[in-house]
């Protein structure tokens, strides 16, 4: 392993900003006695996740202690991660994926399963959609199914969950940890708080302030299944947020505010990736069939730009200074993930079964199509493009969720990086991706970035190629008078590093100066083959990613990865 010590490439901007005082919660220096209840189970939830403190996982590049490797179900070691990095064991997942229990889906639940356990993934979430037929019978008709696949197939572990039509906004995933009780959780909050409704017509989908507040009390809901413990634990996850511009700013920043330990975070890049691979030999679409334009129910301060993606990512995550920003500057924790979508994928042939899912609620097994490949589908399988990584302290259900909660997370498409690990550390304190560093103010921070480059061809049978990584750094401002922002103008790539001829595993120590103010930091990086300036001109980001055309966006050609933030306070 290498151990460079570089400075990025910085352009010098000044900042003003008023002082934001650390959180109680979050500084260790205020004793358990001196905070209220909400104060003091906050801070017990950052110390469990291990996002609060001194680092609970230690960086193994320094030479600090790690975590042994846990085993599956039947004594084997995840296949994706071979040795801890970073005192993590990064287990690889997709929390977006329908099966023949979705009206537009077709596959069975095994066939899914092991796709994605052929293409690498440790973990997978089965998110079939609400309709009035899945309401009704399909919580239950699969679960059968998820616990065959379970048995079968042990070192992918199999989440149930569903597609939240989420009422006055768009879908989401929300699922829960396996137990007893995950049917019968996972049912009564679809017939209550599905915007579809038991009688499938929809009048929860409306925008109006009452299915808001709807979609605020089914969060509610799952909180308080977790907190009496008829299921162990449960998440939710926007989907596709900017799709149809219908997911306003306030409504994130609702369900985020009403269940903090449930919505945790949305997908940073959609899937359907495939879509926009040009006809004849493609959908000819939009990369996450993002090819819409504003509706009747569409936030109208969200600008046209806003219905594309971007290197095939979400405008939301994708636009630095924008609206993932907006809610960091804000010290939320928001995280964001990578998913399939998978429904029916790209040259497939196979054909669905009968067509009886109106009265049975889902449709028979695939069958052979002697007709060809189906050229017009736009999905991958789980785990062939899109991979969420999820730093897990074992191989188990409860890890992973821990994980995606603490936002021990980043994502990538095309396999373009081998592994990531970066940390903060300051005053003699390290912490990871999600993290909450607090060290006295005048500290010297830095950021330590460790990347191993792909060394395998990907599922499209070429190894890709690592261009540059880009740190973005913003200012944490505290809470927002303006619950529909949409702007973090103090957010800006502060440096990038060439990546190019890198090979194997190489060390950036980036030093940031002195800590002045309340920060975090995320990072993204490309093969470069696709860069602008972007949305806010180049003195945020003089080299982002560009909008993909529709019609003509073949995901293998622009290839990204994206990390979750860490936030850093003076005390």
């Known amino acids: 392993m290498s151990h460079d010590h570089e400075q990025p490439h910085d352009h010098p901007h000044s900042h003003s900003h008023e002082p934001v005082e650390v959180p109680d919660a979050m500084n260790l220096e205020v004793p358990d006695g001196a905070l209220a209840p909400r104060q003091l189970d906050r801070r017990r939830f950052l110390q469990s996740a291990g996002v609060l403190g001194a680092g609970t996982a230690a960086l193994s590049a320094f030479g600090l202690a790690g975590a042994s490797p846990a085993l599956a179900a039947d004594g084997s070691v995840p296949r994706s991660d071979p040795a801890p990095l970073g005192g993590f064991r990064w287990l690889s997942g997709d929390h977006h994926i329908h099966t023949q ?8 639940v095994i066939d899914q399963v092991q796709h994605a356990n052929a293409y690498g993934l440790d973990w997978m979430v089965i998110t079939d959609h609400g309709t009035a037929q899945h309401t009704r019978i399909g919580v239950e008709k699969v679960n059968p199914d998820i616990k065959a ?37 996972l049912k009564q909050f679809e017939v209550d708080y599905d915007g579809s409704g038991p009688d499938g017509t929809g009048a929860r989908s409306k925008s109006t302030p009452a299915n808001e507040a709807l979609a605020r009390t089914g969060l509610t809901y ?24 219908i997911d306003s700013p306030h409504e994130i920043r609702g369900w985020r505010d009403t269940a903090p330990s449930i919505a945790v975070g949305m997908e940073g890049a959609p899937g359907h990736q495939a879509a926009g691979i040009p006809a004849p030999i493609g959908p000819g679409s939009g990369r996450g069939y993002y090819d819409n334009s504003p509706g009747s129910s569409s936030f109208a301060g969200y600008p046209l730009e806003s219905y594309r993606t971007y290197g095939g990512f979400d405008w939301m995550t994708s636009t630095v200074g924008g609206l993932w920003d907006s809610l960091l500057a804000e010290g939320k924790p928001w995280w964001i993930t990578a998913n399939s979508d998978s429904h029916q994928v790209y040259a497939e042939t196979a054909q669905r079964g009968d067509q009886n899912f109106t009265t049975q609620g889902f449709y028979g097994g695939p069958m052979y199509d002697p007709s060809g490949p189906k050229l017009d589908n736009g999905d991958f399988w789980p785990g062939y493009y899109s991979r969420t990584h999820v730093g897990s302290t074992d191989f188990s259900y409860a890890a992973v969720m821990a994980g995606l909660r603490a936002g021990r997370v980043w994502v990538d498409h095309g396999g373009l990086i081998g592994a990531l690990d970066v940390h903060v550390r300051a005053a003699g304190k390290s912490v990871p991706l999600g ?9 010297k921070v830095e950021v330590v970035t460790t990347i191993t480059t792909a060394t395998r061809p990907n599922w499209s049978e070429f190894v890709p190629k690592l261009a540059k990584v880009d740190l973005i750094k913003g200012n944490i401002t505290g809470p927002t008078q303006d619950t529909d922002n949409f702007r973090a103008p103090g957010t800006r790539v502060y440096g990038s590093f060439d990546a190019r001829g890198i090979t194997g595993t190489k060390t950036v120590v980036t ?7 309340p920060i975090y930091l995320r990072m993204r990086g ?9 949305l806010y001109g180049a003195s945020v980001d003089p080299a982002g990613p560009v909008q993909d055309v529709v019609g003509d966006a073949d995901p293998w050609k622009d290839l990204w990865f994206y990390t979750n933030p860490i936030f850093v306070y003076p005390s």
């Not at 229990?101 to 069975?108: K, N, T, V």
Request: aromatic share 6%; net charge positive; hydrophobic share 45%.
């Open 101 to 108: 229990f979705s009206p537009d889906g077709i596959y069975r």
């Open 149 to 185: 696949a379970r048995a079968l197939i042990k070192d992918t572990l199999v989440f149930q969950g569903l597609e939240w039509n989420i009422p006055a906004a768009e879908h989401g995933t929300v699922f829960v940890h396996p137990g007893a009780n995950e049917v019968a959780v």
């Open 222 to 245: 799952l909180a308080s299944a977790v907190d009496s413990k008829r299921v162990q634990d449960a998440l939710m996850f926007a989907n596709h947020p900017a799709r149809k511009g």
């Open 435 to 443: 993290g909450v560093l607090v060290a006295p103010r005048g500290s």
């Open 511 to 517: 030093q940031l100066g002195n800590l002045s103010g």
């Open 526 to 534: 490309s093969d470069g083959a696709r860069l602008g300036t972007g």
